[in-house]
């Protein structure tokens, strides 16, 4: 029986490390543009032709700027571009 108990609290330990990290990677947290503003930023990842996974990071409200979230993966240094948010 403690045998069992045991095995759920582990179960549930990592059922709930799983769902801590999923949630996680929508909120990713904040870049400092140029002009000192504050940018929310999410984080998104792609694979490349030899299957090797790549992150990067683009504004939350990336669909105001102009920009496709394509963009901001291939200008990793977006946040330093003084015309990021055109």
Do not use: C, N
């Not at 045998?3 to 929508?26: D, N, Q, R």
């Not at 940018?39 to 694979?47: D, F, H, K, W």
């Not at 990071?57 to 993966?73: L, V």
């Amino acid at each position: 029986m403690k045998t069992l108990i045991k095995g759920a609290i582990v179960a549930l330990a990592l059922a709930g490390a799983g769902v801590a990290s999923a949630s996680a990677a929508t909120s990713f947290g904040f870049v400092i543009g140029p002009d000192g503003a504050r940018v929310a930023v999410e984080q998104g990842s792609y694979y490349d032709r030899y299957h090797h996974r790549h992150y990067y990071r683009y504004p939350r409200e990336w669909s105001r700027f102009g920009h496709d979230r394509g963009w901001y993966r291939d200008h990793p240094r977006w946040d330093r571009d003084h015309d990021w948010y055109r």
